[in-house]
C-alpha cells in the first residue's frame, strides 16, 4: 500500500530535477501521475519540446505506474486549466498539484533587464496562481485537495543577485497562505517547500570564489533532488490532512519547519512619533532585534546531514 493510492496528482517540471523525483516517487507511492514540462531550457528562452516529459512518463509506466506526459507552459492559464482537464479526462480525477516548475535569470538588481524581471515572474508567480487557480474549485467541489508549491530561501532570507526569483518565491508563499485559510473547510490544502537540491537551475549559478566552489560542491553531493520529494509527496498525500498553510525547508535529509512573520517586538509613545524620536529612540530600541542582512549561507551554515 502506498500513500497516494488510488489519487491522481500532476507534477509540473516534471521532467528534471525535483519535479521528475516527485514524480517518479509520487507513482512508487500508488499515484496516477500527469507529467507535465514545457522541455524547456533553465532560462525559459527557447520554446520547448514534448520529449523530456514524455520520457519521464514513459519510465513510470515501464516500471508498472500509470502516467500521461504534458508539455503545457504553466505561464498560460489555459494551459493550466488543460492540465486538470486531462488529469480528469485520463485518470477520472485529480488530488494533488506538485508544482516545482521554474527558471533562473540571475543579476543584480540595478542590472537586472525588465525582461529578465518579468520571465522569472511570470513562471514561478504567474504559473503557481494559474496551478493553483485551474486546479481550486474542483478540489472545493470534492472536499479534497493538496497543493505542494516551491518557495526558496533566496526569499525568505536573500541571496544576491535574485531580486526577480525572490520577489516571486516569497509571492508564492504568500499566496499558498490564503489558499489554505480559504480552504480549510473544504479539505483544500496548501503548502510551501524551500528546496536545497541540485539541479540544472542551481548549476547555473556562477561559481566565483572558492567559497562558492565549496558550497556548490556541497549541493552536489549532500543534497539531492529525491530528498526534497520524500517531503513533497508526503505533503501531498491524505495522510497529511492536517497539514496546510506552512513553509519548509527541505535540506539533505534535514526537515525545518520555518517561521511566519509575527511581531517579535513592539514600542509606543503615549504623545505619538515624530522622525526624530522614531530615529533616537524606537529604532535604536529596536535595533538588537533586527535582521542583519546575511544570504542563506548565514544562517544554513552547516553541512546538511
Given at each position: ?22 514524480a517518479l516517487l509520487a507513482a512508487r507511492e500508488g499515484a496516477k501521475v500527469v507529467v507535465n514540462d514545457l ?6 528562452d527557447d520554446s520547448g519540446s514534448a520529449g523530456p516529459a514524455q520520457l519521464v512518463a514513459d519510465e513510470i ?236 549561507t548565514s544562517v544554513f551554515g552547516w553541512d546538511p546531514i
Amino acid at each position: 500500500m502506498g500513500q497516494m493510492d488510488g489519487k491522481t496528482v500532476i507534477v509540473t517540471g516534471g521532467a528534471g530535477g525535483i519535479g521528475k523525483e516527485c514524480a517518479l516517487l509520487a507513482a512508487r507511492e500508488g499515484a496516477k501521475v500527469v507529467v507535465n514540462d514545457l522541455g524547456g531550457s533553465v532560462k525559459g528562452d527557447d520554446s520547448g519540446s514534448a520529449g523530456p516529459a514524455q520520457l519521464v512518463a514513459d519510465e513510470i509506466t515501464a516500471a508498472g505506474g500509470e502516467a500521461v506526459s504534458n508539455s503545457d507552459s504553466v505561464t498560460d492559464m489555459n494551459g493550466a486549466k488543460a492540465m486538470v482537464e486531462q488529469a480528469l479526462d485520463t485518470f477520472g480525477g485529480l488530488h494533488a498539484v506538485i508544482s516545482p516548475a521554474g527558471i533562473l535569470r540571475d543579476k543584480i538588481f540595478h542590472k537586472m533587464a525588465d525582461e529578465d524581471w518579468h520571465a522569472v515572474i511570470d513562471v514561478h508567480l504567474t504559473g503557481t496562481y494559474n496551478m493553483t487557480k485551474a486546479a481550486v474549485n474542483h478540489f472545493r467541489e470534492q472536499e479534497e485537495g493538496s497543493f505542494v508549491l516551491f518557495t526558496s530561501t533566496s526569499g525568505l532570507i536573500g541571496n544576491v543577485g535574485q531580486a526577480n526569483y525572490a520577489a516571486a518565491k516569497m509571492g508564492i508563499a504568500g499566496l499558498s497562505r490564503i489558499v489554505a485559510m480559504e480552504g480549510v473547510n473544504k479539505n483544500v490544502r496548501s503548502n510551501v517547500i524551500a528546496p536545497f537540491a541540485w539541479t540544472r537551475m542551481i548549476a547555473t549559478i556562477p561559481v566565483k570564489d572558492e567559497a562558492s566552489a565549496e558550497r556548490v560542491d556541497r549541493m552536489k553531493n549532500m543534497m539531492r533532488a529525491d530528498q526534497v520529494a520524500q517531503l513533497a509527496v508526503g505533503l501531498a498525500a491524505p495522510g497529511s490532512d492536517d497539514v496546510s498553510g506552512q513553509i519548509f525547508v527541505a535540506r539533505g535529509n534535514e526537515i525545518f519547519l520555518m517561521s511566519q512573520p509575527r511581531p517579535i517586538r513592539g514600542i509606543g509613545k503615549i504623545e505619538g512619533w515624530t522622525p526624530e524620536t522614531v530615529i533616537n529612540h524606537a529604532l535604536k530600541a529596536m535595533k538588537p532585534d533586527m535582521y542583519e542582512l546575511g544570504a542563506t549561507t548565514s544562517v544554513f551554515g552547516w553541512d546538511p546531514i
